[in-house]
């Protein structure tokens, strides 16, 4: 049963522009929502992150919209660069939970120049 | 200079043979924890630890083992019970259980 589902394995975005990825969660427990980056033979590095009392966060290019009526929270990045490209990880939390951080798949962004 | 850091970075074994990977930390975290990633899917935990000589078992322990004798360590032996040890095995570290956790550069092993 996958809690944390991305269901784009890729996308596909010109330099400069939007990109927008996904993610829907099943698990009513969650409470605390992350965004990890990944480059290819390297480890995850936490990019943005949001509370469930929140329902936006913003960090420079990076702003994370949280719709929990929805159990949807989704990442954008404005503008795009090539070094964005990498595989975005969706991750949730339950504070009151297993208290075990749950990920989802993965979504690969290509920023293409 | 603060981190997490596992070696080797790249692994063989033969099929069949016990295999440790390494994972060290100086951020004085009291947790840490083991994950697999598989091409096309998320990280899954195999095991996790929160304070020393502590540990549990993750959504894939089966074929796998953990000690926990000091705060800065977190070996992970893949035995041979585990049936497909193929992937890419990342340690992470946080301050405790509820906080940010941060990953080290990873370790592919593939088994011959």
């Known amino acids: 049963d996958q809690q944390v589902k991305q269901n784009s394995p890729s996308l596909s975005v010109q330099e400069g522009r939007i990109s927008i990825l996904n993610c829907d969660y099943t698990?009513?427990?969650?409470?605390?929502f992350l965004w990890y980056k990944k480059y290819p033979a390297e480890g995850p590095t936490f990019l943005i992150s949001?509370?469930?009392?929140?329902d936006k966060n913003e960090d420079g290019r990076f702003t994370v919209f949280l719709n929990k009526s929805a159990k949807h929270l989704s990442l954008h990045i404005v503008p795009s660069q090539p070094g964005d490209s990498a595989v975005y990880f969706c991750?949730?939390?339950?504070?009151?939970?297993?208290?075990?951080?749950?990920f989802g798949k993965g979504t690969k962004l290509t920023v293409n120049p | 200079d603060g981190g997490i850091t596992q070696s080797p970075k790249y692994l063989f074994r033969k099929e069949g043979q016990n295999v440790t990977l390494s994972c060290e930390q100086n951020?004085?975290?009291?947790?840490m924890y083991w994950y697999r990633q598989d091409p096309g899917q998320g990280l899954r935990l195999i095991y996790y630890?929160?304070?020393?000589?502590?540990?549990q078992k993750g959504d894939i322990a089966e074929g796998y083992s953990v000690s926990r004798e000091k705060k800065e360590s977190f070996p992970l032996t893949v035995t041979s019970a585990q049936k497909n040890p193929t992937a890419f095995y990342l340690c992470?570290?946080?301050?405790?259980?509820?906080?940010?956790?941060?990953f080290g550069p990873g370790t592919r092993l593939t088994v011959l």
């Open positions: 992470a570290s946080s301050i405790d259980r509820m906080s940010l956790q941060y």
């Open positions: 698990n009513s427990m969650f409470d605390y």
């Open positions: 949001i509370s469930s009392i929140k």
């Open positions: 991750a949730a939390f339950a504070q009151g939970g297993s208290e075990k951080l749950v």
């Open positions: 951020l004085n975290h009291d947790a």
């Open positions: 630890s929160q304070i020393v000589n502590d540990f």
